[in-house]
């Protein structure tokens, strides 16, 4: 089966940094990537990891452990922009995404 | 990033009628297109995959009479969502992929439908 779980809601303050969990259990395992989703909006692409570790791309980083499946999605210097949905989801390129129910973060000034 | 796009962008209609989205992959050939449909506060779920010339596959739970999907060629793809009801009202969401996008997943803009 299927089953992925991150927090449903979190709340940080402008210039702070959250860390936002998600873990997995999956029947196949290929990639994980993490989408920003703004309300009424479709989701754009953060990052992907398929191998242990940490991947930084600016203010975002990510990071898996496949043996533990679990990852986490890193803001740092948070700007009021990023309130939104945060979704991971396990899957591959080319292949459809099982999502997890995403962590709605509000950053407050 | 390649281009997808979505028509409408929101639709609001009557229980009983039928709409139909367009998804539409505007610089590569999505030989596959995944359809997704987001309640409120919920997350992305699938409802379907299709293969560009072929049948789709639907996902458990997902009515395959009621949401008809043709996918006739590689850069159009379309949901219609036939006799509708406020149950249906949704965000659905296209995701091509094919090759020249395998380095990236891309999903169309969405489009909200309502139904009174």
């Known amino acids: 089966g299927q089953n992925i779980d991150q927090p449903t809601e979190m709340t940080a303050t402008e210039g702070a940094i959250v860390q936002i969990n998600c873990t997995y259990q999956?029947?196949?395992?290929?990639?994980l990537f993490w989408y920003q989703q703004h309300a009424g909006e479709a989701p754009t692409f953060l990052s992907y990891?398929?191998?242990?570790g940490l991947e930084e791309k600016g203010r975002f980083s990510s990071f898996l452990s496949r043996s533990k499946g679990y990852s986490y999605l890193l803001l740092k210097e948070l700007q009021m922009k990023d309130s939104a949905s945060y979704l991971c989801?396990?899957?591959?390129?080319?292949?459809?995404?099982?999502f997890g129910p995403g962590t709605r973060l509000s950053v407050l000034p | 990033g390649a281009v997808v796009s979505q028509h409408p962008s929101w639709v609001i209609c009557k229980s009983g009628t039928s709409v139909k989205i367009e998804c539409r992959s505007l610089?590569?050939?999505?030989?596959?297109m995944f359809w997704y449909r987001q309640f409120p506060k919920q997350s992305l779920m699938l409802m379907a995959t299709?293969?560009?010339?072929?049948?789709?596959?639907?996902e458990q739970g997902v009515e395959k009479d009621k949401f008809l999907i043709n996918h006739a060629s590689l850069t159009l793809s379309t949901l219609t969502v036939t006799s509708a009801h406020p149950e249906d009202s949704s965000f659905y969401i296209c995701?091509?992929?094919?090759?020249?996008?395998?380095?990236?997943?891309?999903f169309g803009p969405g489009t909200r439908l309502t139904v009174l």
């Open positions: 999956t029947s196949g395992f290929n990639g």
């Open positions: 299709s293969n560009e010339g072929s049948k789709a596959t639907y």
């Open positions: 610089d590569f050939q999505a030989t596959t």
């Open positions: 989801a396990v899957g591959n390129y080319g292949q459809n995404f099982v």
């Open positions: 990891n398929v191998l242990d």
């Open positions: 995701s091509p992929t094919g090759p020249g996008s395998y380095n990236e997943q891309f």
